[in-house]
Nanobody, 119 residues
Framework: QVQLVESGGGLVQPGESLRLSCAAS????????MIWYRQAPGKGRELVAT????????NYADSMKGRFTISRDNAKNTVYLQMNILKPEDTAVYYC????????????WGQGTQVTVSS
């Protein structure tokens, strides 16, 4: 049984930082690429960042480059999203996603964690 449990969301002011975590269980963690998505009210789901199974390759959406950092600790079965210089437009529910690089097998989602950036 695969579970992804996100945490770390909350309310912060513009310019502040937040670190999200997604703890995975029930899978061979290092064989899964991990992806952070976000979805703001009334908007579609947006890809935020990706990281390969061993952490060697990362990618970011243009609006997050230089502000957000994705990382993983395979010993802890956890992926992180460090978010700096947060802006009101970063307000969204953030989801983590796990998928095999082969594209085979199920794709797993966390429950989401709310990030609100407001003064």
């Amino acid at each position: 049984q695969v579970q992804l449990v996100e945490s770390g969301g909350g309310l912060v002011q513009p310019g502040e930082s937040l670190r999200l975590s997604c703890a995975a269980s029930g899978l061979t963690f290092s064989t899964y690429a991990m992806i952070w998505y976000r979805q703001a009210p009334g908007k579609g789901r947006e890809l935020v960042a990706t990281i390969s199974g061993t952490g060697g390759t990362t990618n970011y959406a243009d609006s997050m480059k230089g502000r957000f950092t994705i990382s993983r600790d395979n010993a802890k079965n956890t992926v992180y999203l460090q978010m700096n210089i947060l802006k009101p437009e970063d307000t969204a529910v953030y989801y983590c996603n796990a998928r095999r690089a082969s594209g085979l097998g199920l794709v797993y989602w966390g429950q989401g964690t709310q990030v609100t950036v407001s003064s």
